[in-house]
Structure formats: C-alpha cells, structure tokens
C-alpha cells in the first residue's frame, strides 16, 4: 500500500500469492490487498494475482481474497491479466472485490482480463486492450447469474448489470467451459458495442431479463453434453448485431402465439 509501492518486472511474468491471516472475529485480513500501489509487469509479461481471504468471521469488509481500492491499479505491459480470489470468512469476505477508484487495465498496452471467483463485487473500471477480452467466472463448476443485485458469499457468482456497466472491452466472456449453468435472468445491457459470449459445461439460459449487446454479436456457448441453450424470456431475448450458438439451441415453435404454444 501507498501511493508509490509497486510489484513489477523488467519484462518477465509477475505472480503474487498471499493467504490473509487472522482469527475469531477479525476482519480485513485479506489474501492480497492493494490500496494506493500497483502491480503490474513490464514488456509483455503475464500478470498472475491469486488471493486466498483470512479465516476471522468479522463483517464490515469481512475477509477478501483479493481487495483493492484508494487509487490501486493492477495492469500489464502487453500480457495478459488473471487475477483469482477465494473466499475468507464473514459476511462481506468476497472473493475478489474491487472498489472505486482503482482500476484494472490493459487499455494502453493490451492484453486479455480474466477474473475467477465465486463471489465479485466489482465497482471499479475493468478495462482491457483493443480487440482484447475481459473473462469473468467462477471457481470449478459453480453457476453464473447475470442480473442480480447482491452477492453472495461462496456462490452461485452473480454479476448485476451495474457492475457489468464498469467493465470495459471488445469481448466480454461470461463463464468458461468448466462453469456451470450459466443464466441471463435480469436485463443486461452493454454501455457499448460488445461480443458477448455466455459458456457452460452445463447449460445457458435467459429467462428474467434480455441481453443487449449494442451492436455486438451473442454467442451461446453450452457444453456439449449439456442439454443447450434455452432463449426462454417472455418477448424479447436478445437485442444483438448477430446470435451463434455452438451447441443445441431450443425454440418452441409449434404455436401460433409467442412464448405461450
């Protein structure tokens, strides 16, 4: 922390581990906390953050696994960014949360984005490099809401259109091919022109809600052994420049009137 710390390199990769420590009723023992400093690598080195939250059961900020906020900035030189942030104990120990204003960029050298956690709370700018991607999932198999409002601790992740609003990039991955279900059940709406791709191991849902993407494409990405993708919001679900889906895609069809037959 302060305003001049920082973790860099001359051009190699840069990892950062960190375990938060604590007991009983503790708080802010957090895996890797980033306040006023930066962590960043020089040349095109890889950028690898992975926060682990102490144990204590204290609220207030609870016990994160990867904490930022006041002014932090975590960037690259041109490599890509993964940042993964596990739980600690209390009820505001999210996995990775990230506060105004601090920032995670990769906007003026490039290079993809890609937070894992169950639990996110994200009101920070995420903002990667042109033509690069932003990837937001869980840890193993758990499921993805893109809608709801509050997070919880140890999942299911969820990820409100407010704290998608914050994420700037081309490409916006939400899941992965490990996740579980992903499910569209609140409206999403994209500030700009972005592909948005929604991937599973399992299946990939709107229901709730419609995905606007401003332009950019959609791709329903469900697991191939999954039962599909499920466009199942009454009237609208998608307002997109184009709609793929790369496993099964089911419409009802069989009636004259929408949504109903």
Same mark, same amino acid.
């Given at each position: 922390?302060?305003?001049?710390?920082?973790?860099?390199?001359?051009?190699?990769?840069?990892?950062?581990?960190? /375990?938060?420590?604590?007991?009983?009723?503790s708080?802010?023992?957090?895996?890797?906390?980033?306040?006023?400093?930066?962590? /960043?690598?020089?040349g095109?080195?890889?950028?690898?953050?992975?926060?682990?939250?102490?144990?204590?059961?204290?609220?207030?900020?609870g016990?994160?696994?990867?904490?930022?906020?006041?002014?932090?900035?975590?960037?690259?030189?041109?490599?890509?960014?993964?940042?993964?942030?596990i739980?600690?104990?209390?009820?505001?120990?999210?996995?990775?949360?990230c506060?105004?204003?601090?920032?995670?960029?990769?906007?003026?050298?490039?290079?993809?984005?890609?937070?894992?956690?169950?639990?996110?709370?994200?009101?920070?700018a995420?903002?990667?490099?042109?033509?690069?991607?932003?990837?937001?999932?869980?840890?193993?198999?758990?499921?993805?809401?893109?809608?709801?409002?509050?997070?919880?601790?140890?999942?299911?992740?969820?990820?409100?259109?407010?704290?998608?609003?914050?994420?700037?990039?081309?490409?916006?991955?939400i899941?992965?091919?490990?996740?579980?279900?992903?499910?569209?059940?609140?409206?999403?709406?994209?500030?700009?022109?972005?592909?948005?791709?929604?991937?599973?191991?399992?299946e990939v849902?709107?229901?709730?809600?419609y995905?606007?993407?401003?332009?950019?494409?959609?791709?329903?990405?469900?697991?191939?052994?999954s039962?599909?993708?499920?466009?199942?919001?009454?009237?609208?679900?998608?307002?997109?420049?184009?709609?793929?889906?790369?496993?099964?895609?089911?419409?009802?069809?069989?009636g004259?009137?929408?949504?109903?037959?």
């Amino acid at each position: 922390s302060g305003a001049n710390s920082m973790i860099t390199s001359g051009g190699g990769d840069v990892t950062v581990l960190g /375990t938060g420590g604590g007991s009983g009723s503790s708080y802010g023992c957090f895996g890797v906390n980033v306040v006023s400093g930066s962590i /960043t690598a020089g040349g095109m080195g890889l950028v690898a953050i992975t926060g682990l939250g102490g144990v204590g059961t204290g609220a207030v900020t609870g016990n994160r696994g990867i904490n930022m906020s006041t002014g932090a900035l975590i960037s690259s030189g041109g490599g890509d960014v993964s940042i993964t942030g596990i739980e600690g104990g209390g009820s505001a120990g999210f996995g990775i949360g990230c506060s105004a204003p601090a920032d995670i960029s990769t906007l003026t050298n490039g290079g993809n984005i890609s937070l894992k956690s169950n639990s996110i709370l994200i009101s920070c700018a995420i903002t990667s490099g042109s033509g690069d991607s932003v990837r937001i999932s869980p840890l193993d198999d758990f499921p993805v809401y893109a809608g709801p409002a509050t997070d919880i601790i140890g999942g299911p992740l969820h990820l409100s259109d407010t704290e998608l609003d914050s994420v700037f990039t081309d490409h916006l991955v939400i899941g992965s091919v490990a996740a579980g279900q992903v499910f569209i059940n609140d409206t999403i709406t994209r500030t700009s022109q972005t592909n948005v791709y929604l991937r599973s191991v399992e299946e990939v849902e709107i229901d709730g809600g419609y995905m606007n993407t401003s332009g950019g494409n959609l791709v329903l990405d469900p697991g191939t052994t999954s039962t599909g993708a499920y466009p199942d919001q009454v009237g609208t679900d998608a307002i997109v420049g184009s709609v793929s889906c790369t496993g099964k895609l089911h419409f009802v069809i069989n009636g004259l009137v929408a949504d109903t037959d």
